[in-house]
């Protein structure tokens, strides 16, 4: 997404990528989450699960995207992620 990260798609390219987001729709003041509430956007709501993470992780690993572990989350459970939920 961005050369400034390294080579690897990270949690700092994804949380660029939704700040960038964010300004576009003029919610700068707002999380992600928040931003979705407004909207209407489904998917939010009360979590369930934490998703732990370290820093310059790929997005893809902090999601278990391609991990074996990934269909153990059920669809309809909210996890709480950092990214879309720190202002």
């Given at each position: ?24 729709r ?6 992600v989450?928040e931003?979705?509430?407004?909207e ?6 009360e ?16 999601l ?24």
């Amino acid at each position: 997404m961005t050369p400034a990260f390294g080579e690897s798609l990270t949690g700092y390219d994804f949380k660029y990528m939704l700040t960038l987001w964010l300004v576009n729709r003029g919610y700068e003041a707002f999380s992600v989450a928040e931003a979705f509430l407004k909207e209407g956007i489904e998917g939010v709501g009360e979590a369930r699960l934490f998703v732990s993470h370290v820093q310059r992780e790929t997005i893809f690993k902090t999601l278990l995207i391609g991990d074996d572990r990934e269909d153990s989350i059920p669809e309809d459970v909210c996890l709480w992620l950092d990214y879309v939920m720190i202002r």
